[in-house]
Structures are given as structure tokens and as C-alpha cells.
């Protein structure tokens, strides 16, 4: 079987994409926040044969640099986080084969409700939905989130691993076959083929039964792009697709590695996951014209960006060389 590589767009549901000052650009279009926009975005994608579209997410603004959110407002560094499932939903409405992705935390919700929310996804979308599992970041989550502290690293990874369990669980609550809506005999679903969970576990209860039956697809496909050695184990264990942000090859190789001998070690089969390495390309029709958008797209940046991203613990930073200060 010839191998291919798997196509993600890396997409923000803010106001501005995974440059953050990306909205400042001459081009970019002033109604980020209308459905529109990423219906426009999705359109793109589709036609250019990506496999799926991501929206990253976090529960907070950066707000972290001088404790203060006046800078990240005012500046627009990613101060816009809108609720990526409901703007999949419209990008799902405009187009048939796209896979539509986002993140969601295990730290701040509970297992039923994000397992009801992809599933929901997933039946609206004939079977294209994904969910980018994440333990979360910092500080400013917990106290949007009802906590004072973020939690621990490796205890946030415990609690993962059984709200794994306990989502899936769920998703496999209704047996394939069970849906039988006859209105002869007046029969909707066959109840011997609907499964309570009843759920007990160190952080988490739910009791079932689930009440979204399973889609064609089976279930949601499940993202992880954990890259510590706790976060390879909890890759590895569940992640169908996983994303890493290697910058060379060699450390590009050892993740690759790693998270296959986690996954083989878990009991999987690492040839069913799909790796796919963060990349931030500049394109044009020639190497001069890439050249020059290159040009534009270095002169955005403040380093108040990049400081902001900093200071709220950021992964993803793409701030180019050549930042100006304010
Ligand atoms: C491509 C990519 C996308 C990510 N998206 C998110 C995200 O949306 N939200 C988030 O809190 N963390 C995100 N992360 C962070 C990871 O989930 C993970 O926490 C990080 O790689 C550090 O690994 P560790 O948790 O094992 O320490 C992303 C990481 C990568 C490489």
C-alpha cells in the first residue's frame, strides 16, 4: 500500500490564525468572527485535499505577561477564543469530505459532556469529527474553570487516562445494529444493545446510559500530541492521530520513535496511527514570491506577541525572526 501523507490545517477559532499577528496582515479579512469566514477557510481546505481541519483551543486569554489583559486586548494576541465545535458545525455545514477537529481539556470538563459534544459532531457531519485531547496549560484556565491552580503535569495525564476510559466507554454504549426505528412495531431501539457504563472510578462518576447512539464512523477520532515522557505514555495508550512540533529531523525521528514503542507497548499497532509534524510553510507559485510574502509576514510580529505567548506557556509560537517592538 503506498503510504500517504495526512494534510492538517492548523486553524485558530480566534481572531487571528497560528501567526498571532496574523490579523494585522494586508490581506487577512476583518470578519473573523462570522461564519463566513471559516466556511470560506473550510471550502479551501476541501478543495486542496487536506484531510482534516484543526482548531487549537485554550480556556483563557494570554493574560499571563504583567498579569494584566489590557496589552493582549489591545494588541489582539489571540484575544478571541470562540467555542471551535459550534464553528466546526458551520464549516461541516459547507462541505462533504473535510475532517473537522478540536481540541478539548480533560482537565476542565467533565468525560460525558465531551464525549456527548463529538458524538453530536460526528452524527451532524456523517462521521468526520476528531478531538484533540489536551490536559490543558496554565493558571488562567483554572480560574476561568472554577479552580485557583492549574493541576500538576503528570496527575493532570492520571485524570486523562480515566477520562479516556470513561468517554469511550460511552461512545461504545450503543452496539452497532441497535438503532431499529420501525414504526410497525413501534420499536426505536433494541434496549439489550444499549449499555450502561455505571462508571466509579478515582476522578470521575458517570452512570450512563450515553445518549447519543454511535456514528459511521464508530466514534470521533481521537488526537493526542502529548511530548513528554508521561504525555508519550498517554499518546501512545490513546491517539489515533498524533501531533508533534519537531523543529529537525533527528528530534523529529526520536518523538516518531518514542510514541511508536508507547503505542506497542500499550498493545496497539503503531502502523494505525498517523504522525503529523507541526510545519508553518510560506507558499506562492515561485520561490521569489514566497520570498516576498515571507517579507510581509515578518514585519508583523511585535514582541509583545511574543512575550504574551510566552509568559502563558504556548507551544506554538510562530513569531518570525524580525519582530518589531512597541
Ligand atoms: C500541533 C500541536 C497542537 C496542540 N494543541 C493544543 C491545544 O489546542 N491546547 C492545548 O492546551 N495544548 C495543545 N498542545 C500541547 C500538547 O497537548 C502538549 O501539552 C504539549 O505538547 C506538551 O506535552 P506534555 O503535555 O506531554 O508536557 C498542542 C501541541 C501540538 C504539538
Known amino acids: 500500500m503506498t503510504r500517504q501523507m495526512a494534510l492538517v490545517g492548523f486553524l485558530q477559532a480566534q481572531n487571528c490564525t497560528n501567526l498571532p499577528s496574523s490579523w ?66 458551520t464549516m461541516g455545514m459547507v462541505t462533504t469530505k473535510l475532517g473537522l477537529a478540536s481540541t478539548a481539556s480533560t482537565t476542565y470538563f467533565e468525560p460525558f459532556d465531551v464525549a456527548r459534544r463529538f458524538a453530536t459532531l460526528d452524527l451532524m457531519t456523517g462521521g468526520r469529527a476528531a478531538w484533540n485531547v489536551v490536559t490543558s496549560v496554565n493558571d488562567g484556565e483554572a480560574l476561568n474553570m472554577g479552580r485557583e491552580q492549574h493541576l500538576e503535569h503528570d496527575l493532570r495525564y492520571d485524570r486523562a487516562d480515566e477520562f479516556m476510559e470513561v468517554v469511550l466507554g460511552h461512545w461504545d454504549a450503543w452496539e452497532d445494529g441497535s438503532l431499529v426505528i420501525d414504526k410497525t412495531s413501534g420499536r426505536f431501539a433494541d434496549p439489550t444493545k444499549v449499555k450502561r457504563l455505571d462508571h466509579k472510578g478515582q476522578f470521575f462518576t458517570s452512570r450512563g446510559p450515553f445518549t447519543v447512539p454511535r456514528s459511521a464512523q464508530g466514534h470521533p477520532v481521537v488526537i493526542q500530541a502529548g511530548a513528554s515522557g508521561r504525555g508519550q505514555r498517554f499518546a501512545g495508550r490513546w491517539g489515533e492521530v498524533i501531533f508533534t512540533a519537531a523543529r529537525n ?45 515571507m517579507a510581509v509576514i515578518q514585519k508583523l510580529p511585535l514582541e509583545i506577541d511574543a512575550l504574551s505567548l510566552l509568559a502563558e506557556g504556548s507551544t506554538s509560537i510562530s513569531v518570525p525572526r524580525g519582530s518589531t517592538s512597541r
Open 24 to 89: 494585522r496582515h494586508p490581506d487577512s479579512r476583518d470578519d473573523s468572527m462570522s461564519a463566513d469566514y471559516y466556511q470560506e477557510i473550510a471550502r479551501i481546505l476541501e478543495r486542496g485535499k487536506f484531510h482534516m481541519a484543526f482548531f487549537d483551543d485554550r480556556l483563557a486569554m494570554p493574560d499571563r505577561y504583567g498579569n494584566d489583559h489590557a496589552h493582549t486586548v489591545e494588541y489582539g494576541i489571540r484575544c478571541v477564543k470562540m467555542d471551535p465545535i459550534v464553528v466546526l458545525t
Open 249 to 293: 529531523l533527528a528530534n523529529a525521528k526520536q518523538g516518531y520513535d518514542a510514541i511508536r514503542g508507547e503505542a506497542a507497548k500499550a498493545g496497539r499497532d503503531p502502523d494505525q496511527m498517523f504522525l503529523c509534524n507541526l510545519i508553518t510553510p510560506v507558499t506562492a507559485a515561485t520561490k521569489a514570491e514566497a520570498e516576498d510574502r
